[in-house]
């Protein structure tokens, strides 16, 4: 749970700094959205069990 906590926080980051680089053509909610949409489908590939 911390992991996607921090995971969601990083990538809520990221998504802020992706959009100061567009020069707010994207609405900012929309990358937050996204971002947090993003973060337990990355943490479930990070961490699933890997079948042989």
């Excluded at 053509?25 to 993003?38: I, K, Q």
Aim: net charge positive; no cysteine.
């Amino acid at each position: 749970m911390l992991a996607l906590v921090a995971l969601a926080l990083v990538l809520v980051v990221v998504a802020l700094g992706i959009g100061k680089l567009l020069n707010r053509r994207v609405p900012t909610w929309l990358l937050v959205v996204v971002a947090l949409a993003l973060a337990p489908v990355i943490l479930y590939v990070v961490t699933r069990p890997h079948s042989a």
